[in-house]
């Protein structure tokens, strides 16, 4: 199956570009091989952002060899739920790491992850130090402190091109069916898959998810699953086990 270019994919979900945007992901893609299928890169108020997922990708593809995260306890108040992070990537064994902080707070963040300021604040604090150690000249989307987990203005214009996963709704049948699938075919806990649904879209919950966000994770999941079952089981095994399956 031949997956639609990213230029095809940004101009389906974001309309018309201008050759600017459209020289500028080019470039990105070329460079760091990030894709918006998988939920590496998004396009808000005019400018690019990579995220989370995409700085991971680009980590992992290099070797990193390890990212050490500590709280900062003079500058985080848990009760007004303010935290701060720093963040240290190794790029080798020999490297002395590239440092990098991050905050939250219920100022800074979006409504959709209040309460959430603790895994914000760390992620960011990721974010900065991954983006100093691999020399991502771009902000990752994790860091603006508008960010709600998803582009707010995307046009309904055109339909993003895709694979056949089914056209419902993110808990519509045919995704879901898809997502055990994978789960039963590569023997993934469930649980694990959920927590990393959630953290792949940036949401509380898989319900403040889009169908895109949804649809986006299942195709990176699968392409993961197949071309590297032991890195997705590390990453995986990064999260705690959640009460509820993920189906």
Known sequence: MTRPSNAVVAEALWGNLSQIALDVLEDLTKRYSLRITFGELLYLDGKWYITHSGLLRIA???RCSGIHVRSILGLSDPAASRWAFKA??????????????????PSNVSPQVHGAEMRVAETRAVNRALRKAYGIG?????????????????PESKKLPQPANGNGNHGGPKVRDRLCQIIRQHQLDPNLVK???TDFCGVKTLRDATRAQVENFVE????WAEKDRNALLCQLNSYPGQKEGAA
Do not use: W
């Open 60 to 62: 992992r593809r290099n």
């Open 88 to 105: 240290t990537v190794y790029k080798s064994k020999t490297c002395r790491g590239f440092v990098g902080y991050g905050d939250a707070d």
């Open 138 to 154: 771009i902000c990752s989307v994790e860091e603006i402190g508008s960010f709600a987990g998803q582009p707010t203005s995307r």
């Open 195 to 197: 927590a990393y649904a």
């Open 220 to 223: 990176h999941l699968a392409d």
